[in-house]
């Protein structure tokens, strides 16, 4: 089994900074990548940013400038840091893990439980 274990969200003042953390564990063979997304009351699941195990990173056009994505592949960990928080960064934050747990099989997506971040004006 694979598991993700977040940690970081909170409540911040709009302009401050949070660093979210995803660390995976289990019967991981290989990455592929592993990302953040965000939900918000009544929006769809969006993408934040991702980072493939090459070290290639996308980001939101909303994010661009203020997150940055980075990871510790010898801890199969991830980390967002978020600066310059604006009210509307406020959602549940997902990690994703994009991995197989054995060679030859497809990469799944596996999910963390959310972490919510709330960004006050």
């Known amino acids: 089994q694979v598991q993700l274990v977040e940690s970081g969200g909170g409540l911040v003042q709009a302009g401050g900074s949070l660093r979210l953390s995803c660390a995976a564990s289990g019967s991981i063979f290989s990455i592929n990548a592993m990302g953040w997304y965000r939900q918000a009351p009544g929006n769809q699941r969006e993408l934040v940013a991702r980072i493939t195990s090459g070290g290639s990173t996308n980001y939101a056009d909303s994010v661009k400038g203020r997150f940055t994505i980075s990871r510790d592949n010898a801890k199969n960990t991830v980390y967002l840091q978020m600066n310059s928080l604006k009210p509307e960064d406020t959602a549940v934050y997902y990690c994703?893990?994009?991995?197989?747990?054995?060679?030859?099989?497809?990469?799944?997506?596996?999910w963390g439980q959310g972490t919510q971040v709330t960004v006050s004006s």
């Open positions: 994703n893990l994009q991995a197989r747990i054995a060679p030859g099989w497809k990469f799944i997506d596996y």
